[in-house]
Nanobody
Framework: QVQLVESGGGVVQAGGSLRVSCAASGFTFASYVMAWFRQVPGKEREFVAAINWSGESKYYADSVKGRFTISRDNAKNTVYLQMSSLRPEDTAVYYC???????????????WGQGTQVTVSS
C-alpha cells in the first residue's frame, strides 16, 4: 500500500536549522510531484514547497523563499525539506504529499503522510 513517512522533526531554537525527510513506498515515486505543507491547530493546511519529478523545478511559498530548500532522491524514494533561519512562526506539523501537478492546493495531492512536528522556540 501507499505510504509516506515523515521524519526529522523536533525542537530547534530560532535562527537554527532542521531537515525533515519523507520516505515513500507503494507508488512510482519518480513519476510524482512531491510537496510539503504545514498546519497549525485551528488553521488550514498551508503550502510550503513543491518539486517536480526530476527535481529540476522547485516552487516555494513566499514565507519560506530563501530559507527553505526542497530536494528529492528518486533512487531512495525520498523527499527532503532543509529549513534554515527558522522562526517561531514556522512552528507547525509538516506533511509531505504526492500528486500529479505542482499546485499550492491540498485537493490536488493524492497521497499524504502522517506529519512530523517542528517547533521553533524563541
Amino acid at each position: 500500500q501507499v505510504q509516506l513517512v515523515e521524519s526529522g522533526g523536533g525542537v530547534v531554537q530560532a535562527g537554527g536549522s532542521l531537515r525533515v525527510s519523507c520516505a515513500a513506498s507503494g507508488f512510482t515515486f519518480a513519476s510524482y510531484v512531491m510537496a510539503w505543507f504545514r498546519q497549525v491547530p485551528g488553521k488550514e493546511r498551508e503550502f510550503v514547497a513543491a518539486i517536480n519529478w526530476s527535481g529540476e523545478s522547485k516552487y516555494y511559498a513566499d514565507s519560506v523563499k530563501g530559507r527553505f530548500t526542497i530536494s528529492r532522491d528518486n533512487a531512495k524514494n525520498t523527499v527532503y525539506l532543509q529549513m534554515s533561519s527558522l522562526r517561531p512562526e514556522d512552528t507547525a506539523v509538516y506533511y509531505c504529499a504526492a500528486g500529479p501537478f505542482v499546485v499550492p492546493t491540498t485537493t490536488q495531492y493524492h497521497y499524504w503522510g502522517q506529519g512530523t512536528q517542528v517547533t521553533v522556540s524563541s
